[in-house]
């Protein structure tokens, strides 16, 4: 008999909602926790594995608040990403998202090189690879721009982001940022609560802290407003379909909803039809670039004034919405489906 399996972690919201799609579809779904994952790997070779195995696989759950652990932690969820994708030969394994396909959006770098690669309109790397705060201001004083965003190619939820502003003529600098450096420990560590610093000599040494993690730079382009919020958009897209569309609403550059700024249906915008299809379709494209991805979450950036979509980021495993959760749960619930119609053989 067919099994669908959910490796993941117990009691979370992203388990929790699944299961309720599962019951709500007729779906018996079993849960790997990743905690015993490895001892447990019996329950992938019993007797659904002749008949098959589709596997969800949510992200690990991480105690640590240290960026400097962070690329550590994602190299070893990437080893164990490796192990699963190694099973599927071994075993008659349907992923809902594919390890590898997991892996390449780990990795911001090259999955921008890889939507730049097809087309795909995106926001503009300045610097693939920031080793030193020196080499990010002469990048920025030779292509003339003030206002930069630093990202961990590793890494989600804005742990280790910053938004940079530099003002060439006055030598001014602003930063942005939800990292900063533990007293007692000196360790660089993120806070989950954003901070603005203006004090140059103490941006300079946080800049310099964040561009040893792996960094990359990015144009931090001016956003489309909303009754006096810039915004951008979350979206879920699955299967060919965008199944979820969020706006994100901040007083400040950075617009995770943890970090205290707005959620608003972004059909509340009232933007036009044509910016719907186009970024319906962005989106729709953008997820069709990686091979053995059904489900993705991406940040959408829409221009002011212009208000063309262009893709900021995307997470192979950016499915959590609270605003669907508490809602209608969509986003699982298609997921159950998709499970049921492997299930029963239809695909």
């Given at each position: 008999m067919r099994q669908i399996l959910l490796l993941g972690n117990p009691g979370t919201k992203r388990t929790v909602y699944?299961?309720?799609?599962?019951?709500?579809?007729?779906?018996?779904?079993?849960l790997l926790d990743w905690k015993t994952w490895q001892k447990d790997r019996r329950q992938m070779a019993g007797d659904g594995a002749a008949a098959g195995i589709f596997l969800k696989i949510d992200p690990p759950l991480w105690d640590s608040c240290?960026?400097?652990?962070?690329?550590?932690?994602?190299?070893?969820?990437?080893?164990?990403?490796?192990?699963?994708?190694?099973?599927?030969?071994?075993?008659?394994?349907?992923?809902?998202?594919?390890?590898?396909?997991?892996?390449?959006?780990?990795?911001?770098?090259?999955?921008?090189?890889?939507?730049?690669?097809?087309?795909?309109?995106?926001?503009?790397?300045?610097?693939?690879s920031v080793s030193h705060s020196e080499q990010l201001l002469e990048a920025m004083e030779r292509e003339q721009m003030s206002q930069v965003f630093l990202k961990p190619v590793r890494g989600s939820g804005a742990a280790g982001a910053a938004a940079f502003r530099y003002q060439r003529k006055t030598g001014q600098m602003?930063?942005?940022?939800?990292?900063?450096?533990?007293?007692?420990?000196?360790?660089?560590?993120?806070?989950k609560r954003l901070r603005r610093f203006t004090d140059r000599k103490q941006i300079l040494s946080l800049v310099r802290r964040l561009t040893a993690l792996d960094c990359l730079a990015e144009r931090w382009y001016p956003k489309a407003e909303h009754k006096g919020y810039s915004y951008d958009l979350r979206a879920v897209v699955q299967d060919g379909q965008v199944d979820f569309l969020l706006s994100r609403l901040s007083r400040g550059p950075l617009t995770n909803l943890h970090l205290n700024n707005h959620p608003l249906s972004a059909r509340e915008l009232g933007l036009p039809s044509r910016i719907w299809e186009e970024t319906e379709e962005l989106c729709r494209t953008a997820a069709g670039c990686f091979?053995?991805?059904?489900?993705?979450?991406?940040?959408?950036?829409?221009?002011?004034?212009?208000?063309?979509?262009?893709?900021?980021?995307?997470?192979?495993?950016?499915?959590?919405?609270y605003q669907d959760i508490y809602d209608e749960n969509k986003i699982y619930r298609?997921?159950?489906e998709m499970m049921k119609e492997w299930l029963y053989g239809k695909t």
């Open positions: 699944l299961e309720a799609g599962a019951r709500e579809a007729g779906v018996a779904l079993r240290r960026l400097d652990e962070l690329d550590i932690l994602v190299r070893g969820y990437e080893e164990e990403l490796e192990v699963l994708a190694s099973l599927e030969g071994e075993q008659k394994l349907t992923f809902l998202n594919h390890p590898e396909a997991i892996i390449c959006l780990l990795d911001k770098r090259g999955c921008k090189r890889c939507l730049q690669s097809r087309g795909i309109p995106v926001t503009e790397t300045l610097l693939e602003v930063l942005y940022t939800c990292s900063m450096e533990d007293p007692d420990t000196g360790r660089l560590v993120n806070t091979r053995g991805l059904r489900s993705t979450g991406m940040d959408i950036l829409l221009e002011k004034g212009s208000l063309r979509p262009r893709v900021i980021e995307m997470n192979g495993q950016g499915d959590l919405i298609h997921q159950a």
